[in-house]
């Protein structure tokens, strides 16, 4: 059996399932969304990320036909779709507000879609008490939206706009309210679904580690502006700018300036401290200045100075973040720098190595630093 | 904490004497036997069959009924439609306008108002007569049905409707299944609102009737201004009663209705 890796973004015969072409977003004199370009593929699970008010919800409203793009289209399957009003739309979406009908029992909330479409009556009552069991929500069923907890209010908004089996599904925050274990199980469930039945899922989260799980790519937005749009690991190892380094995962930002030196760059960072090395495809100037992003889990924490790493910088313990399976330590040098470092516990506490003022030596290899652009 | 003090138990006697008294002296009267109002002759029932066999007084009942029925239930629908577009609209240019001049008949004066109906029906040449009563009630009791039902529109979230949108309605299904149930309450209890200012108007329904049709009100006052009858008593004693039964009634629905939302509560949270 052969695995063909799912990459439709780089393969150049691929039609996108959904295209924003230099589409613009404006309340007012407000720009909500920034003459934005983006391919979304079929079968793909779209994750977007930013921080609050940066115009995620826009996105999916433009998809779902409740706001229309000031400027620029929106193709989807190659056509236009201005003029197809939401009831048309081959397009479910889940509101980041629920958007239950209060006067609705749970059953006939997950129903509504279904009746719509004219589906039998036996139909109806199988996929409804489907979408229950997947959910959990069957004990509910009779019960009104007021009558149950947020958690619950939530699922029953994502069993409602899976009901339909849409081409494409939008789901604003659809996990936010769930303790952990449940999330995790609809993660895989949403996963398990999409694997099934084809739909393309765009997903709005607040989660990165839930767009991590779930996304097959995702896009960092910031102020109206998609920043990187790309796998995961992509978006994690290789950040395009500080913005999204920063963003996505625990990092350690130093500033310096780069000088090319063999193969990469080293970046001087302050007063009597060795320069950094970072090798990178990117080109630098000699001294342009530049910012290093480092991730805690890929600087080791010893007491004696390395002899195989070439970055290697002696501090003092600051602080200490006991996270169970990890500690994340702070190391302030000489200069005030703090950069973070991460060690797996797979000791008992008790026994941990280093206590805070500690003097330890961090190092990191090559290429393990990514070097950004100002 | 519940106190009864001296203070407490007078302030509440006076207060419901000043309330009740006139209505029970009147009702108590209309058991009067004897022709004259004020002089007691002992119990009878004697004005009541009068009052059926009154035709003059049952044909103004009946024509109130009509007015109020058909002027509450048109002033609702034009009144919902005003409500929806005002709060739908968004910002437009004479928006405030707008709506200010959907509010205005309520502070108008009846006087004015009535007044410039009548010269209206005259100036078009229609006859007055039920149908311009009712006319008249629909125009001023709609402005009161709008604001009610604005009130709950304001509140009302919008991505309900995109939400039925959403899930394949058209405007109408979204309207019919999704927003109308919810706003339900507001538009029933303006309908009633509608129906009881129809039922009980006395000046704009004395400028815009004819001599073909008189309402109940109209008829009491101008049998008034020849000395107040026994039989008066006993129709105003009918009308309290068909209110009183009215206002338990909706209430008890209400009750009803918030207790049962709390049992459901309780047992929902009882099952979580
Ligand atoms: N109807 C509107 N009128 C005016 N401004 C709006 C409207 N809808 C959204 N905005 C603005 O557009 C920006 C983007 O809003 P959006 O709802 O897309 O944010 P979001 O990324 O979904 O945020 P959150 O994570 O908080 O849900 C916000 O600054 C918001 O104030
Ligand atoms: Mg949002």
Known sequence: ?374 | MRRVTWFNTTSLTLGFTFLYLPMLILIVYSFNRSELVTVWAGFSTKWYGELIRNEAFLDAAWVTLQVAVVSSTVATVLGTMAALTMVRAGRFWGRTLFSGMIYAPLVMPEVITGLSLLLLFIGIGLDRGVFTIILAHTTFSMCYVSVVVSSRLATFDRSLEEAAFDLGCSPGEAFRLVTLPIIAPAVISGWLLAFTLSLDDLVIASFTAGPSATTLPIKIWSSIRLGVSPEINALSTILIAIVATGVVTASLITKRASLRLQAEERAAEQQA
């Not at chain 1, 409740?66 to 509101?95: C, H, S, W, Y």
């Not at chain 1, 929500?137 to 619950?152: D, N, Y």
């Not at chain 1, 309210?177 to 996963?191: G, I, N, P």
Request: overall charge negative; glycine content about 6%.
């Open chain 1, 1 to 374: 059996m052969t695995q063909t890796v799912f990459e439709p973004w780089n393969d150049p015969d691929a039609t996108p399932l959904i295209q924003f072409q230099g589409v613009t977003k404006r309340f007012g004199d407000f720009t909500a969304i920034d003459d934005q370009t983006l391919d979304i593929y079929e079968r793909e699970f779209f994750a977007l990320l930013g921080p609050s008010g940066c115009g995620k919800t826009t996105m999916m409203r433009m998809l779902a036909g409740f706001e229309a793009p000031t400027e620029g289209r929106i193709l989807l399957d190659g056509q236009d779709i201005a003029p197809i009003p939401p009831n048309k739309r081959a397009v479910n979406m889940m509101f980041q507000s629920y958007a239950l009908f209060p006067h609705l029992s749970v059953w006939e909330n997950i129903a509504f879609g279904l009746k719509r479409d004219r589906m039998e009556k036996s139909a109806i009552t199988e996929r409804v008490d489907r979408m229950l069991k997947l959910t959990r929500l069957e004990k509910f069923a009779r019960r009104k939206p007021h009558q149950i907890s947020g958690g619950q209010r939530q699922r029953v908004a994502l069993a409602r706009s899976l009901a339909k089996a849409p081409k494409l599904l939008l789901l604003d925050e659809p996990l936010g309210a769930l303790d952990a274990k449940l999330r995790q199980d609809t993660q895989f469930e949403l996963m398990d679904i999409q694997e099934k039945t084809g739909t393309t899922f765009v997903i709005v989260t607040h989660d990165q580690e839930e767009a991590m799980t779930v996304a097959s790519r995702v896009a960092v937005m910031d102020h109206g502006k998609i920043v990187q749009a790309d796998t995961p690991d992509r978006i994690y190892e290789h950040p395009s700018s500080v913005y999204v380094a920063d963003f996505i995962g625990d990092v350690t930002i130093i500033e310096g300036t780069a000088t090319p030196r063999e193969a990469g760059y080293e970046i001087a960072f302050a007063e009597g401290q060795p320069p950094l090395y970072a090798e990178t495809d990117k080109t630098f100037a000699k001294g342009q200045a530049c910012h290093l992003a480092i991730r805690p889990e890929k600087v080791s924490i010893t007491a004696e100075k390395p002899r195989d790493k070439r970055n290697a910088l002696q501090g003092k313990i600051l602080d200490i973040a006991y996270l169970g399976n990890i500690s994340t330590y702070h190391v302030e040098l000489p200069g005030g720098q703090v950069i973070k470092a991460q060690t797996a516990n797979t000791r008992r506490l008790s026994r941990r190595t280093f206590t805070w003022e500690d003097t330890v030596w961090l190092s990191w290899t090559d290429t393990a630093a990514v070097l950004l652009e100002d």
